[in-house]
Nanobody, 124 residues
């Protein structure tokens, strides 16, 4: 069983930064792509960013965060990060990390394991 634990959420003013972390259990972390999604109240869960497996992971971003967010991974620490800069009130949501298993990176249905989420609130 894979466990994913997010941390680093909080309250920040617009224009500020946060770095989210997602620590994964298990010995095969480097073999899987990882993704970040978010869900605001009353809205569907949406893709934020993903990174492929291995050391030099290829990254993908939603248009809404491109140029502001950066996903990275440290396979030695079994951890994936999401650096969020220039935050906007519309970035307010619960952020989830997930482990990819098949198909396109932007679809939540292609991820098998999910963390419990961490709240990010951006005040205007």
């Amino acid at each position: 069983q894979v466990q994913l634990v997010e941390s680093g959420g909080g309250l920040v003013q617009a224009g500020g930064s946060l770095r989210l972390s997602c620590a994964a259990s298990g010995r095969t972390f480097s073999s899987y792509g990882m993704g970040w999604f978010r869900q605001a109240p009353g809205k569907e869960r949406e893709f934020v960013a993903a990174i492929t497996s291995g050391g030099g992971g290829i990254t993908y971003y939603a248009d809404s965060v491109k140029g502001r967010f950066t996903i990275s991974r440290d396979n030695a620490k079994n951890t994936v990060y999401l650096q969020m800069n220039s935050l906007k009130p519309e970035d307010t949501a619960v952020y989830y990390c997930a482990r990819w298993f098949a198909g396109g990176y932007a679809s939540p249905s292609n991820y098998l394991y999910w963390g419990q989420g961490t709240q990010v609130t951006v005040s205007s």
